[in-house]
């Protein structure tokens, strides 16, 4: 089956200050690649997506780049504010719209 | 619109006793999703239903039975819980690709 591994597993930075954290997945067949935001006793919250097809998305301060030869992706966020910190996820998408989920990042944004 | 409502929001079981977790959305979607949360280990998948009437094991089933009721609702039961089966439970569903999570369920088994 999938499995993703996500790095770090946690990130500190200084606000205004960019953070990256990339995945791994290891089946070839994924092709549908979101990332979720998820604050401290709340639900996951899907930030940004990205298809195999497509091999880079922005959204104001966030974008995701998609590498289908290496089998990664990553997350980039620019311009750090403290309402960034939180846990990010990836995942990768198998059949019937299944996840599966990395570990988890925590980004601590320090004022 | 309330999206996915799960309910309880918090469950505390002695070993050997039995719950089931429930789960409504009113998104028309056909696909739902039973998660787990760990500590370290992301959300990993119990079971899921691609559509009305049809259920189908995750990466971790064991322990855990589920039904798919009508197209809005899909329950997660324990029959005889254990204190591994202690965590946060979500639920999920599918509409044009994006999942949408509840807001989850707190269980400790004791």
């Known amino acids: 089956g999938e499995n993703v591994e996500q790095h770090p597993s946690t990130l500190s930075v200084q606000e205004g200050d960019s953070a990256v954290i990339k995945c791994t997945y290891s089946d070839s067949a994924s092709n549908y690649f979101p990332w979720y935001k998820q604050e401290l006793g709340k639900r996951p919250q899907l930030i940004i997506d990205i298809r195999s097809n497509v091999g880079e998305k922005k959204d104001q301060r966030i974008a995701v780049t998609l590498n289908k030869t290496a089998k990664h992706f990553s997350l980039h966020i620019t311009e750090t504010q403290p309402e960034d910190s939180a846990v990010y996820f990836c995942?990768?998408?198998?059949?019937?719209?299944?996840?599966?989920f990395g570990a988890g990042t925590q980004v601590v944004v320090t004022p | 619109n309330a999206g996915v409502t799960q309910t309880p929001k918090f469950q505390v079981l002695k070993t050997g006793q039995s719950m089931t977790l429930q789960c409504a959305q009113d998104m028309n979607h056909n696909s739902m999703y039973w998660y787990r949360q760990d500590p370290g280990m992301g959300l990993r998948l119990i079971y899921y239903s691609a559509s009305e009437g049809t259920t189908d094991k995750g990466e971790v089933p064991n322990g855990y039975n589920v039904s798919r009721l009508n197209k809005r609702e899909f329950s997660l039961r324990l029959e005889s819980a254990a204190p591994s089966q202690t965590s946060v439970y979500f639920c999920?569903?599918?509409?044009?690709?994006?999942?949408?999570f509840g807001a989850g369920t707190r269980l400790s088994v004791l």
């Open positions: 999920a569903s599918r509409g044009q690709n994006i999942q949408y």
């Open positions: 995942a990768a998408s198998l059949s019937w719209g299944k996840l599966q």
